[in-house]
């Protein structure tokens, strides 16, 4: 599907949360009478680098995919019994005035920590950043978050349907890496874990069958709540259609036949992948 701007108009929101729900997943975003943030109905806002920065982030690492473009969440978290039922909106367009967020620690933190709800395989948890992401890409996004939201042109595929689109669009590729042996990017630190690093994909000495590769992808793989800081594999189910989760598997198979397919070109690094405030958990989390 042809790429759309981040966010133009309420309406159109509405419909890629339709779209990106998938699989008969529909979402409605609260929106609490406050209409479009988007000043100018959906013109592109002329915004600092950071801001900008912080808008193209919020695509690739999928923040858009579970708390919805321009932030107005409601993707549903069906799952979480006992628990809110759709995932928050994080614009402060469309979030109760107690809980505005006021500066970007407030966010960095999430970003940063994660929050685990529950470990109820499908249940939608906030994943942890700590090792993919540096503090300067946290405070683009939260810098993004703080400003509104702003139209500033970054744009997003609602519907990826090709492999390696789906593999960069729901940030697989951000946490795992690129695909196969001798991967650019490789996959991500994890350093609070006995294997110091995030999984890579398509690993031609393993042989995880399919059908566990779809399990993890659907459920995730969630550490105990209260864990923070910890990179874990997210529930999937609810955000990535039937057909995209078809799409992936054979493009992550282990094994001989994974190690036949063509190897992917090195990605795009990040914006402020360079940067040299890397990431430490104790950085981010002291206030
Ligand atoms: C796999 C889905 C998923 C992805 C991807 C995701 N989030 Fe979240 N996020 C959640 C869920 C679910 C919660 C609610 C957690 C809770 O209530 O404890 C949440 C909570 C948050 C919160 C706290 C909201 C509040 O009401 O206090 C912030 C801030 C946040 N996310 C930012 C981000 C950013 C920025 C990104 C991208 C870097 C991102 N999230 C990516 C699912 C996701
Ligand atoms: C926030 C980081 C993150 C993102 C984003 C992410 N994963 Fe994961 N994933 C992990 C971690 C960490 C594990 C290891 C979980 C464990 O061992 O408990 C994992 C495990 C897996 C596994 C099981 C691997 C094995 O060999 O058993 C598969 C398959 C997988 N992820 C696929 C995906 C796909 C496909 C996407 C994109 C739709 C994706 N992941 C996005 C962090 C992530």
């Given at each position: ?39 100018g ?58 809980e ?13 920590d ?5 470990k ?17 890409q ?29 593999y ?6 951000d ?16 350093p609070?874990?006995a ?35 910890v ?18 598997l ?20 990040l ?11 104790s ?5």
């Open positions: 599907m042809k790429p759309v701007l981040l966010g133009i108009g309420a309406a159109l929101v509405a419909a890629a949360v339709l779209v990106a729900g998938g699989c008969g997943s529909l979402a409605t975003p609260e929106a609490p009478g406050s209409g479009s943030p988007a000043p109905g959906g013109g592109i806002v002329k915004v600092g680098q950071q801001v900008k920065d912080g808008a193209q982030l919020y695509v690739d690492l999928a923040c858009t995919r579970c708390h919805a473009p321009d932030g107005v969440g409601g993707i549903p978290n069906q799952f979480n019994v006992g628990g809110d039922s759709t995932i928050p909106p994080l614009n402060n367009a469309y979030r109760d005035k107690s505005q967020f006021t500066n970007a620690q407030q966010i960095t933190q999430v970003v940063m994660g929050s685990i709800l529950s109820k395989p499908g249940v939608i948890n906030m994943p942890s950043w700590t090792g993919v992401i540096n503090d300067a946290a405070s683009a996004i939260a810098a993004y978050v703080l400003a509104g939201f702003p139209h500033t042109g970054a744009t997003y595929d609602p519907d990826p349907a090709k492999p390696a689109d789906i960069a669009a729901y940030a697989c590729i946490c795992h890496g690129q695909v196969g042996a001798n991967a650019s990017p490789p996959p991500a630190p994890n609070k874990t294997d110091k690093a995030v999984p890579g994909l398509r690993n031609p000495d393993d042989n995880v069958p399919a059908s566990e590769l779809r399990s993890v992808i659907m459920d995730g793989s969630i550490p105990d709540p209260g864990t923070t800081g990179v874990f594999m997210p529930a999937w189910g609810q955000i990535l259609s039937v057909d995209q989760v078809n799409a992936i054979p493009y992550i198979q282990d094994g001989p036949a994974g190690a036949k397919l063509p190897a992917p070109a090195a990605a795009t690094p914006p402020l992948a360079g940067s040299t405030a890397a990431a430490s958990p950085a981010s989390s002291s206030p």
